[in-house]
């Protein structure tokens, strides 16, 4: 076991290497000279010159790359252009917002998901089935940013049940800790519902499906001769199978709920990392977005790894050796 | 097709049946696709009469702006417009259209009488036939192809120019159905910009006059010759308006009549306008072909390339299978919405339209999915005996690549490619809305939400309405990819999971 997770430790480290290197060169492929940035106006071109030395622009291709790698593997990420602070500092900020609201998300997108896809592949072709799957293709077809503003402008503006948008209402720091969790709670359910909703839509198929193929099984028609309940049959036997491929999945929804989070936090003005990129690009921060599609790059490629060893360590006929 | 068949099909039905299309399948007893065909192809002829004026003015302008461009082929960039160009496009489509459909309509009636429905049982036409029985993705079908036309004729359709706001004062944010006052004027307030200016030094000064005439005729068709008003009054020889908190004064003589029953009349928002007082409906129609064609066109790019890679890689294997596949591991790595954000914000200096360059960043992001789904297909189809048979023949590459297995594995990329429209289309939506996609005053469906998204509590349907226009299409191409999916592979018929 331990020899299966160090080889696939390993080779996710050419992944990260190529990650680091694409971006690197998304950089330099990028029309513009990156002194331009800093400087603006008619500044003395020797100015100019000098600066570029410094920043070693001039060095040859190679050799800038090999600094810029050194750089990012040390976690020297810069300056942030427009929030006059380090990168790290402004990332070390924003990256727990995104993992609670990422967190919960995918907790709800495998809770629904499997709850639904369950009921739907045992009571298959019922009215109940219908409902779901048809509610599932409409919910897996909308665009994220619609639904939470209509969530918004449901539940928010006409109910008044949920606040709107942030992470914390404007007086919660003065609220004792039950309250201000309370407060955080409320804040998060919506976020939370519309990342992990579509996610949820589509786990539930693959749940379905999964089950109904394990189901038709020589061994669970023994099971239910032995005379067991339906509820270890469904439970213990069936689920035991079923729910082997929805752990690659976790893999697979990683990318699309960190994608889904830059809009959802642009939506709901949530203080992570999605809306710092989105912030960042239009404030043409180069070091920030560099940063930041490294670390949801770096995010994805772990999330993979993990699920990967789980997936080895749930389904016994995966070999470590 | 030799005479034969023709006298043969003359024998069996009358002019029209064979004509109009529609009418023989109705009569062979295909009736639900014998009336959909029908009505479909009136709709042309209809709109024909319903805006012959405009139909012939964009053919005019087309006709001038073609002969100029023959004899004076260096100063087209001066005459050609889009948003002229636009009405020719439509002009075109509502002609050639019902000519295809006639044609097809003969082609496949020819195909019926004379071999009974037998004639070729192909794997495509099993797979059609597969598909029709599945009501609810034929269905799918039929709406999608409506809204590409509706997307092809927008401005022959679109009640009111999707860009002027010239009354914003009085109509902005109206909710749906809800009218405002209109005076009716003999002129147009507004004149569209930079068509009378036109300077062309050219041997056929009368042409150029021409042109221009037409083209601000056509474009004023949009402009309506009408001022809105909260209220009015007639005093004396002058109409005395209230327009917000102001009161305005125009003298009767520019009216249509002199009678204020008969230049006074009302003007409908069917679904309510935004915050500068553009007709919603409008916009979501003209914002229709931003998302349908960029839709379109990214999945293309994005399944030729992948097709391509895919084909390599499964193909020649070894180092280029390893070196591909790795590089698309690397790209799978990245979120998508993260790639495409960098990309667009690194590039977007470039002297390129925003459209082209979010086609393309859409195309070039998004063909790793297919590269992989290909190279596992490649991989099984190029151990079969017949490539196998046309390599020992001494077949070229490319030639057994593209004749022996592209074929054999094209339908999965079909559907593949069908499943991916609407995934790419709320991409793209997704864009617009943070405001990096395709840039106002150009309407797509994602920026009118974005337009209207601080206005949710007094507004609530200018985000709303478009977001159902995004869901329609999305869920219509998600159940067109799933029928195809279920007609192509019989097999999961059974089972549908």
Not at chain 1, 249 to 267: D, Q
Not at chain 2, 421 to 442: D, K, R
Not at chain 2, 445 to 465: H, M, P, Q, R
Request: charge should be neutral; include cysteine.
């Amino acid at each position: 076991m331990l020899r299966y997770i160090i080889r696939r430790v390993m080779s996710a480290v050419p992944l990260l290497f190529g990650l680091l290197t694409f971006t690197f060169f998304i950089i330099r492929l990028a029309p513009g000279d990156p002194v331009s940035l800093y400087i603006q106006g008619d500044v003395d071109p020797m100015f100019a010159e000098n600066l570029r030395n410094a920043l070693g622009l001039n060095d040859p291709l190679p050799v800038q790359y090999v600094k810029w790698l050194k750089g990012m593997v040390t976690g020297e990420l810069g300056m942030s252009f427009s929030k006059h602070a380090m990168v790290t500092d402004i990332l070390a900020a924003t990256i727990p917002n995104t993992l609670l609201l990422t967190a919960f998300a995918l907790m709800f997108n495998f809770v629904i998901g499997i709850i639904l896809g369950v009921i739907t592949a045992l009571r298959r072709g019922s009215a109940t089935d219908h409902i779901v799957n048809v509610t599932s293709l409409f919910v897996y077809s909308m665009p994220e940013f619609w639904l939470g503003l209509m969530l918004i402008l449901g539940v928010s503006l006409h109910l008044d049940l949920l606040p709107a948008s942030g992470m914390h209402s404007a007086m919660a720091r003065f609220l004792p800790p039950l309250d201000y969790l309370w407060d955080l709670i409320q804040h998060m359910i919506l976020p939370v519902f519309v990342l992990g909703v579509a996610s949820a839509a589509a786990t539930g198929r693959y749940m379905r499906g999964s089950l109904l193929e394990v189901i038709n099984q020589d061994y669970i028609r023994t099971a239910r001769a032995k005379g067991l309940s339906e509820l270890l049959v469904i439970g213990k036997h069936a689920m035991r199978n079923a729910l082997i491929p929805i752990i690659t999945l976790l893999g697979l929804s990683l990318p699309f709920l960190l994608g889904g989070a830059v809009i959802v936090e642009t939506v709901f003005a949530w203080p992570g990392m999605g809306k710092l990129t989105v912030d960042a690009i239009f404030a043409r921060d180069y070091p920030l977005i560099i940063a930041c599609t490294l670390v949801s790059g770096v995010m994805v490629i772990v999330g993979n790894l993990m699920a990967d060893i789980l997936y080895a360590m749930v389904d016994p006929r995966i070999r470590y050796d | 097709m030799t005479e034969i068949t023709a006298q043969q099909l003359r024998g069996f039905h009358s002019w029209a049946q064979r004509n109009i299309p529609g009418v023989g399948f109705i009569v062979l007893g295909r009736r639900t696709f014998g009336i959909l065909l029908l009505l479909y192809f009136l709709l042309f002829p209809f709109l024909l009469l319903l805006s012959f004026g405009e139909f012939a003015r964009s053919f005019e302008s087309m006709a001038l702006s073609v002969f100029l461009a023959l004899v004076d082929f260096d100063h087209t960039s001066l005459f050609l417009r889009g948003d002229v160009m636009e009405h020719w496009v439509a002009a075109l489509f509502i002609i050639v259209m019902p000519i295809v459909l006639w044609h097809l309509n003969r082609r496949r009636l020819r195909q019926l009488v004379l071999d009974g429905d037998e004639h070729e049982l192909s794997q495509w036409t099993l797979a059609w036939r597969e598909f029709k029985k599945n009501r609810v993705a034929a269905s799918a079908m039929v709406v999608i192809i409506l809204l590409y036309t509706m997307a092809f004729l927008c401005p022959f359709l679109a009640p009111f120019n999707p860009n002027v706001f010239e009354d914003g004062l009085v109509t902005k944010f109206k909710p749906p159905l809800s009218s405002v006052t209109v005076l009716q004027l003999k002129e147009p307030r507004i004149r569209s910009i930079g068509i009378e200016s036109l300077q062309l030094d050219t041997d056929y000064p009368s042409v150029v006059r021409d042109l221009v005439l037409v083209n601000k005729e056509l474009m004023e068709e949009n402009f309506s010759a009408q001022w809105a008003v909260d209220a009015f009054r007639v005093e004396g020889a002058q109409v005395m308006a209230t327009v917000k908190d102001s009161l305005r004064t125009m003298p009767v003589s520019q009216m249509v009549s002199t009678d204020p029953d008969e230049f006074s009349g009302t003007r409908t928002y069917l679904l309510g306008t935004d915050g500068y007082g553009r007709d919603i409906l409008s916009r979501i129609l003209y914002g229709s072909r931003v998302s349908l064609s960029l839709g379109f066109i990214a999945v293309l790019l994005s399944v030729s390339l992948g097709t391509f890679v895919g084909l390599m890689a499964g193909y020649f294997g070894r180092y280029a299978d390893s070196i591909l596949m790795r590089i698309v591991d690397i790209l799978l790595a990245f979120p998508a919405l993260f790639l495409i954000l960098i990309i667009i914000s690194a590039f977007e200096s470039i002297a390129v339209p925003r459209v082209v360059l979010i086609v393309l960043v859409l195309g070039l992001t998004s063909w790793m999915g297919i590269s992989r789904l290909v190279r596992g297909e490649v991989l099984s189809v190029k151990e079969r005996e017949f490539v196998i048979a046309a390599r020992t023949l001494g077949l070229g590459h490319a030639r057994i690549l593209t004749r022996h297995i592209l074929p054999n594995i094209l339908t999965p990329i079909i559907v593949n490619a069908t499943l991916r429209i609407g995934g790419i289309i709320l991409v793209e939506a997704a864009l617009s809305f943070l405001n990096i996609g395709v840039q106002p005053p150009t309407a797509s469906w994602g920026n009118i939400i974005f337009e209207g998204k601080d206005y949710l509590s007094n507004a609530w349907w200018v985000s709303t309405l478009p977001g159902f226009a995004i869901v329609v299409v999305v869920v219509c191409f998600n159940l067109m990819g799933d029928g195809l999916r279920d007609a192509f592979d019989p097999m999961l018929n059974n089972e549908r999971l």
